[in-house]
C-alpha cells in the first residue's frame, strides 16, 4: 500500500460548491502539507501542520482551510470552489525537514 | 528573478546519453531536495543533500555551498528517465520549502 494517499483522485465541481480533499500517510511523519501545482509554475505551499495541534498558513492559504484529524490525516477544503482554483493539489509528508513523500495528486477542475 | 531557478526548462536527449540538469538558489539552505514527477503526475523524492555529491545508481547529484548551485546528473540515460525533474532548498531557518519550475526531460528510444 502506498505511503501517502490521497481521496478523491479526480474531482469535478461547480463554482461555488464546498470540496474536501482528504489525506492519509502510514509513515508516521510528524510534518504534513498541501501544495497546489499550476502549469509553469513550481509547487506553491497552501497550508502546512507540523503536528496535530500546530496548522499553519502557507503563502497560498486564502480560500482554503485545512483539519488535521489525526498525526496521519490532514484535510484541505476548499470553502467556495472557484475557477482559478483549478490545479493538481498534493499532499506531503516529512519527519522534520527530511526526505518528502508526496501523495499520488488530486485533479480538480471547477467549472 | 526566482529565488530557485532550474535549466534547462526542456530537454531532450537520445537514449544513452549523459544528461545534466541545474538548479540556482538565491537563498540560504538547510538542504536541497530534487524530485521526480512522473508523466502520471506522481512525485518522487530523488536526493536530499546539503553539501557533496550523491549517488544512486545512474543518477548523481551535486551541490555547492558556496556557489549557491546543484546539478543533477543522469548516465546513461534511458527512455523510463522521461520524467519532470524538480528542485527544491528547505530555506535555512524557516518551514519554507521553495520549488523550482522544474525541467521536462524526454529521452528517446
Known amino acids: 500500500d502506498a505511503d501517502v494517499t490521497q481521496t478523491p483522485r479526480n474531482r469535478i465541481t461547480k463554482t461555488g460548491k464546498r470540496i474536501m480533499l482528504e489525506c492519509s500517510q502510514t509513515k508516521g511523519h510528524d510534518r504534513m502539507y498541501w501544495y497546489r501545482q499550476d502549469p509553469g509554475l513550481g509547487l506553491r505551499l497552501i497550508y502546512y501542520s507540523f503536528d496535530v495541534k500546530d496548522i499553519n498558513k502557507g503563502e497560498i492559504s486564502d480560500g482554503y482551510s485545512v483539519s488535521r484529524q489525526a498525526q496521519a490525516k490532514f484535510s484541505l477544503s476548499l470553502e467556495s470552489a472557484i475557477p482559478n482554483q483549478t490545479a493538481l493539489y498534493f499532499c506531503a509528508t516529512s519527519m522534520g525537514t527530511g526526505w518528502f513523500y508526496f501523495g499520488p495528486g488530486t485533479r480538480l477542475l471547477v467549472l | 528573478k526566482n529565488e530557485v531557478e532550474q535549466s534547462p526548462q526542456n530537454l531532450t536527449a537520445q537514449e544513452g546519453e549523459f544528461i545534466t540538469i541545474n538548479c540556482s538558489y538565491s537563498v540560504g539552505i538547510s538542504a536541497l531536495h530534487w524530485l521526480q514527477q512522473h508523466p502520471g503526475g506522481g512525485i518522487v523524492s530523488l536526493f536530499m543533500l546539503s553539501s557533496g555529491k550523491k549517488k544512486h545508481g545512474r543518477l548523481i547529484a551535486t551541490i555547492n555551498i558556496q556557489e549557491k548551485h546543484s546539478s543533477l546528473h543522469i548516465t546513461a540515460s534511458h527512455p523510463r528517465d522521461s520524467a519532470v525533474y524538480i528542485c527544491?532548498?528547505?530555506?535555512?531557518?524557516?518551514?519554507?520549502?521553495?520549488f523550482g519550475t522544474g525541467t521536462r526531460l524526454k529521452v528517446l528510444a
Open positions: 527544491a532548498v528547505g530555506a535555512y531557518g524557516t518551514y519554507k520549502y521553495i
